[in-house]
């Protein structure tokens, strides 16, 4: 059983920066890949990119690649996302999931956290 909690989130002009974070209950964090995910009103959830459990090996969705950038620190229980250059369109609720395995599907995700909302003023 793991439980996820973000934060960070907020409103920011386009092309400020803003730095996600979510912590993680559980003695397993450090043997899961996370995931950063995005929804919009209105749109389906979308992935935005993933971290191995190791910190070691990192993916993004084409949309946000170059902007965003995502890590962990196992002993802190935590995963990021810091988000730059930011558009009106990242505007989303952002969550974040815990994996079994590296992977971009919603599906191959277990846990997740209640979204922090981020709102990106054009």
């Known amino acids: 059983q793991v439980q996820l909690v973000e934060s960070g989130g907020g409103l920011v002009q386009a092309g400020g920066s803003l730095r996600l974070s979510c912590l993680a209950s559980g003695r397993t964090f450090g043997g899961y890949t996370m995931g950063w995910f995005r929804q919009a009103p209105g749109l389906e959830r979308e992935f935005v990119a993933f971290v191995s459990w190791s910190g070691g090996y990192t993916n993004y969705a084409d949309s946000v690649k170059g902007r965003f950038s995502i890590s962990r620190d196992n002993a802190k229980n935590t995963v990021y996302l810091q988000m730059n250059s930011l558009k009106p369109e990242d505007t989303a609720v952002y969550y974040c999931?815990?994996?079994?395995?590296?992977?971009?599907?919603?599906?191959?995700?277990?846990?997740w956290g209640q979204g922090t909302q981020v709102t990106v003023s054009s």
């Open positions: 999931a815990t994996g079994l395995y590296n992977s971009r599907r919603l599906g191959d995700y277990q846990y």
